[in-house]
């Protein structure tokens, strides 16, 4: 089946510190995948995605590459900020419009 | 930037009674979708409806759910017979078009449901 898993939080960083959220996918098929952000009282915002392997998405200094070979999607920042304060969610999609999300990881950057 | 809207931001209710959640999708969207996430889960895909008609469905959108576009502008989640595990955020969301499954959803801020 299609699933996601992600690394489990809350996480938390002093400001400017390196951030890495993981995720691994099982699909069926050639999934997209992609990364979602939750701000505190605000809906689910794309941040990045990518649609194919070895490409790389990359948004507002966060990155992350999809490697099939290892069927990972690892969020990536050199520097968080106190505004990247919010929950991450890893989701993929196979042919249709249904998304598979991870359970989401909360991030906590303190000054 | 156009955005969508879900009302209302929280809800109680007793078990047993009827619900009706209710979003404004993106104007020129075309796609409209209902997910829901209980408390420490996962986001879980409910059902998908384009052109007046339900496209997807997943096992958890069983008899007591209905989906319904009544106007141009509103897509409602209804109830019928709340249990207690139905307590959770459900998250509307649009998208345009499809393309391949390259295409985006955005998603409304949630309403959260607690069945007492």
């Known amino acids: 089946g ?3 898993t992600q690394m489990e939080g809350p996480v938390t960083l002093s400001e400017e510190a390196f951030l890495t959220i993981n995720c691994t996918y099982t699909a069926t098929g050639y999934p997209s ?3 979602y952000v939750q701000y505190p ?11 194919k392997a070895d490409d790389k998405g990359s948004n507002k200094g966060f990155e992350a590459t999809y ?3 290892t069927t990972s999607f690892h969020l990536e920042k050199g520097s968080v900020q106190v505004s990247d304060s919010a929950v991450y969610f890893c989701a993929l999609r196979i042919a249709g419009n249904q998304f598979y999300f991870g359970t989401g990881t909360s991030l906590t950057v303190i000054p | 930037e156009p955005e969508v809207t879900q009302t209302p931001s929280h809800q109680v209710t007793q078990m047993g009674q009827e619900v009706i ?4 999708p993106i104007s020129n969207h075309l796609y409209f979708y209902w997910y829901r996430q209980i408390l420490g889960q996962k986001v879980e895909f409910l059902v998908s409806f384009y052109n007046n008609e339900i496209s997807e ?6 008899d007591q759910f209905s989906v319904e576009r009544p106007d141009g502008s509103n897509f409602t989640l209804k109830i019928r017979s709340t249990k207690l595990e139905d307590s959770a955020m459900y998250f509307c969301a649009s998208s345009g078009r499809l393309a391949g499954g390259k295409e985006t959803q955005y998603f409304g801020p949630g309403t959260r449901l607690l069945v007492l």
């Open chain 1, 2 to 4: 299609n699933s996601v």
């Open chain 1, 33 to 35: 995948l992609f990364w």
């Open chain 1, 41 to 51: 009282g605000e809906g689910l915002q794309l941040l990045l995605k990518a649609t």
């Open chain 1, 67 to 69: 490697r099939k070979e």
């Open chain 2, 21 to 24: 959640l209710r979003c404004v």
């Open chain 2, 57 to 62: 469905k997943s096992e958890i959108f069983d």
